[in-house]
């Protein structure tokens, strides 16, 4: 950003919270919440928009009992934009956006509130949280996004791993999924998904946190430049996503067991029948290596856009 947008962050450190007059506090308040709630949604579509494709490929590999490898990949990519032209690779990625928007809005909206109720029960208001509070409001600003967008998260790995003849649309999902398997089946799998979004929102948070804090210790600069952003945000991608991946894999298979032939069991059943099968790393951990390069794009493009549209918003503002 120029130099106009970083001085008018007014030179506070960026969790810090202006001291306000009672009158206005409560408006401030609600500004700050649809700051974030707009500045969730809009890093939240950029990031998985832009690597949707590298998605549905891991989503493929993770229900199925295939062998994962990079040219393995590489051919399920191919192969998928010569039998169903180049959109197919963004196919699911409608229901994507549909559980992506709310939910990061809910994450970083429901992040920065955290972090401000924690500030002020530890008496840290206006400064940076020491380490175990910080990586709780990460860890609870995931379990509240999740809790209510998970249904659109079913819907979305439904339609990433089925053709295109078997749902036409989100809608579609939802009125198969009720109609032929219950209304519990959208909550199938709930229970890996919040099991591994506690390390993996409580991780990335906590990670790119820590390191901007570091980086204003260091460097003597209130506010980082874009591209040490995207570094401390793809550096927070790679490890939260590598702490909580056997979960994912595990919620996936849970999620598409009444589309892939897999049978439908609890999470340590699931879990074992996996390990049985494909093994420790060729099964729980099948894909990672992908993870590690969409993760941390995906994750350094979401912190970014958040705070620089943060710094933006606050500037209109002021």
Known sequence: MGNGVKEGVVRLRE?????????????SDHRQVLSSLLSGALAGALAKTAVAPLDRTKIIFQVSSKRFSAKEAF????????????????RGNSATMVRVVP????????????????????????????????????????????????????????MAVTPKEMYSNIFHVFIRISREEGLKTLYHGFIPT??????????????????KSLHREYSGRPQPYPFERMIFGACAGLIGQSASYPLDVVRRRMQTAGVTGHQR????????TIMREEGVVHG??????????KGPIAVGISFTTFDLMQILLRHLQS
């Open 265 to 272: 069991t609890s999470i340590v059943r699931t879990m074992h």
């Open 75 to 90: 051919r399920v990519l191919y192969f998928t934009y010569l039998n169903e032209g180049f959109l197919s690779l963004w």
């Open 103 to 158: 939910y990061a809005a809910i994450q970083f909206s429901a992040h920065e509130e955290y972090k401000r109720l924690l500030g002020s029960y530890y008496g840290f208001r206006g400064e940076a949280l020491p380490p175990w509070p910080r990586l709780l409001a990460g860890a609870l600003a995931g379990t509240t996004a999740a809790s209510l967008t998970y249904p659109l998260d079913l819907v979305r790995a439904r």
């Open 284 to 293: 729980l951990y099948k894909g990672l290596s992908m993870n590690w390069l």
């Open 194 to 211: 919040v099991l591994g979004v506690i390390p993996y929102a409580g991780l990335s948070f906590f990670t790119y946190e820590t390191l």
């Open 15 to 27: 969790d810090a919270e202006p001291v306000l007059p009672a009158h206005v506090s409560s408006k």
